[in-house]
């Protein structure tokens, strides 16, 4: 039994080696960002809680290898934002990590990606090979593990956006869908880390963990549509490269919002370079064979709650988008007709300042939400906060200005289903 230190262990990457080492035997601990996300992923395991991105030099790194035989570093980001930088996390993070390795004689298994190279045309795939290089010239034992694109019971990133495309009704919209792609399953890279672990696979073994044969885009949506259960598409659209370039532009703006989303210019520049690699250098290592994409995908039947979640990310953009336009026009409104708005409270009684005051202060609450809803890391709040401040208005209009429960436009009854709206937009919002 090795004693494992898996940084980035409740990603989806890092959850499936977790959950894999711990029933190999070993003893696990985590290291993540979020304490919440990590007690929702694992909550009996060990956790220390920091954010890589700040370790950056080797002594940051020392007393999270103490009684640790080895490291597996499963943490990364797709593209800088609010919340992420590449270069900290990929690179400088990474070599800070390698160098404590190497001095406290500890063991790194660095999960990498398919595509990484010194002169790539992303800045995700360059920041990664300059991690990997400094892991390579460390001193430290290691290996350098690149999977394709990555197929697991749990969906986040290109997965998950896959997966929303095949629950969307009647037609499959689809872009670059010829691209090859070479894939493998959580269970693989689980695998294969710890045959890495048992040394099965010599030191400084760096290869890609993909399957055989490569598949186009387009036949993995279309076996992920079949996998989840759902009528196959009457029609395939395929996205025109203006309405791509247009995607991913307005995906890079919303990531400065925080919103992680799989659309960005990175991940579909990393698309059009093809995720493709040598799975010989793996079997020359000693490595079994990478299960196919058809032996993936039998090996972890679909559930209703699979089906459920991909139907859910379809509708989510809808949905916060529909809140926010809602709420932030329900407060311009009661700004730009502020006497007109404020009538109704006159007729119960209202000093015309008190009635003018309620109403903006009211209406600049609103705003306030739309916009904290927008900003992704106070998303879930601002959804609350909607819930909440519904209430309030139901409350109030029922104490206040009872008579518009009869009114024929329903202005009461209207708040209703705006509530129950931001009710599911709640459990959409969870980040993991």
Known sequence: MSRILVVGAYGMIGAAITRHLIEA????????RSILTARQAFPGLDWYIHDMAHMTVPSDWLPYLRDIDVVVN??????????????????????????????????????????????????????????????????????????????????????????????????????MGGIPIQTIGTRDIGRAVEACIRGDIPSGTEADLVEDSPHSLGEITASLRSWLGFAPANRTINAPKWLLKLTSFGA??????????????????????EVVGDPEPWRAAGGFPIASLGETLARMPARSEDRLAARARLVMPFVVGTLALFWVLSGLIGLAQLDFAAGTLLEAGWPLWAAQLSVAAW????????AALLWRPTA????????LVSLVYLGLGTVITPWLWADPLGPLLKILPGMMLAVVALPLLESR
Request: proline share 4%; net charge positive.
């Open 25 to 32: 035997g070993h003893h696990v601990t985590g290291l993540g």
């Open 74 to 175: 499963a943490a990364g980001a797709l593209q800088d934002g609010p919340s992420d930088d590449l270069t900290a996390v990929h690179a400088t993070s990474v070599a800070a990590l390698a160098e404590a390795c190497a001095t406290h004689n500890t063991a790194l298994v660095q999960i990498s990606s398919i595509g990484v190279r010194p002169d790539a045309t992303t800045h995700f795939f360059r920041s990664k090979a300059a991690g990997d290089a400094a892991v390579r010239t460390s001193g430290a034992k290691h290996w350098v593990l690149r999977p394709g694109l990555v197929l697991a019971s749990t969906a986040y990133g290109a997965t998950g956006l896959l997966r929303m495309l095949g629950a969307v009704p009647l037609v499959q919209p689809l872009a």
């Open 252 to 273: 890079d703006l919303l990531g400065r919002l925080g919103w992680r989303s799989p659309l960005r210019s990175n991940a579909l520049t990393a698309l059009s370079d």
């Open 363 to 370: 209406a600049l609450v609103d705003i306030g939400l739309a």
């Open 380 to 387: 879930q709040k601002a959804a609350l906060g909607m819930v």
